[in-house]
């Protein structure tokens, strides 16, 4: 009877899943969808040092921080994971997605590559998907229809793109984002099964 409440005990733990894709794939609008469908599931909030888009709130979208706090995190080894992206620090608090999981929560990360890569060095368990877009020139098209930023940063989130993409074959799961409503169908059935 001990065993079993052992074993019962583990399997209340939550799952952590990480997505990542190309900047301007869809994840936002894909996960958006996903996690409205299916509230059970969480989303980890990153750390951040860049500054907030229009109608990105604290707290909800990201944790805005400054430079000189986020340093003091790395420092203190509080992230899961973090790297710097076009001269931005992203992370994700170790603590934070623990508790989650500890609460029998599954979790998202939604974190490049690298960030992925990192925590399945230390969770061998995490399950990592890839979003990928239609095409590379559909890709270009969805960046240039944000209009958040100059040529250079589209360039540079192009060239990233490159890089992503090569990194998508070390990932467990690829979901093509076409067809929304078919890539959330994929997305339940990684994640819901």
């Excluded at 430079?67 to 003091?72: H, V």
């Excluded at 992925?116 to 890839?130: M, N, S, T, Y």
């Excluded at 990233?160 to 984002?177: F, M």
Aim: proline share 2%; with cysteine; net charge neutral.
């Amino acid at each position: 009877m001990y065993n079993f409440y052992i074993m019962d005990k583990e399997k209340t733990k939550g799952k952590l899943y990480i997505i990542s894709g190309c900047s301007g794939v869809g994840k936002g609008t894909l996960l958006n969808v996903f996690l409205q469908r299916n509230p059970q599931i969480e989303l980890s909030i990153s750390v951040t040092t860049r500054k907030p888009r229009s109608g990105e709130v604290d707290g909800v979208n990201y944790f805005f921080v400054s430079k000189e706090e986020f340093e003091k995190s790395v420092k203190n080894n509080e992230f899961l994971e973090w790297a710097e992206f076009n001269g931005n620090f992203y992370g994700t608090k170790e603590t934070y997605v623990e508790k989650t999981l500890n609460r029998g929560k599954n979790i998202i990360l939604e974190i490049e590559t690298r960030g992925a890569f990192q925590i399945k060095k230390k969770k061998k368990d995490a399950v990592l998907i890839f979003i990928l877009p239609p095409s590379i020139e559909e890709l270009e098209h969805r960046l240039r229809g944000r209009n958040t930023e100059d040529e250079a940063a589209i360039q540079n989130r192009l060239h990233e793109a490159y890089r992503e993409l090569e990194c998508s074959k070390d990932y467990d799961y690829k979901i093509v984002n076409d067809n929304l409503e078919q890539a959330v169908g994929e997305l339940e059935r990684i994640i819901c099964n």
